[in-house]
């Protein structure tokens, strides 16, 4: 597979077949026609921004993402999930800090005190 149109081709066909809906189904929730569906499954058209854009709402998905070839999906998906892992353990550490913190300000504090 290469390019735009086959990585479009080949998302609307695997984003159909796993909501289980025919080319009428999608055609339906997108407001086209089932020809013109059809037509940019088989290559024979290219959608504009607006219907790319119908197309992905109707999939719940960005209109980038039809566009995207599935190594390129796939890694996407593995980079907002380290991403997710990266915040966690910042926000994790960050508190850890924090106490480290906050415990040295009180041991010094009462330190001064004491003496």
Known sequence: MNGLRDALIENLKRLRA??????AALAERTGLSTGHIGEIET????PSPEVLEKLAAAFGIRAVSLLMAEEEL??????RTLAGFSDQLADTLSDRLSERIVSAILEGVNKTQGT
């Not at 796993?18 to 080319?23: F, I, L, V």
């Not at 796939?74 to 980079?79: G, I, T, V, Y």
């Open 18 to 23: 796993e909501r289980g809906w025919s080319q």
């Open 43 to 46: 290559g024979n058209r290219f």
């Open 74 to 79: 796939r890694l996407l998906d593995e980079a």
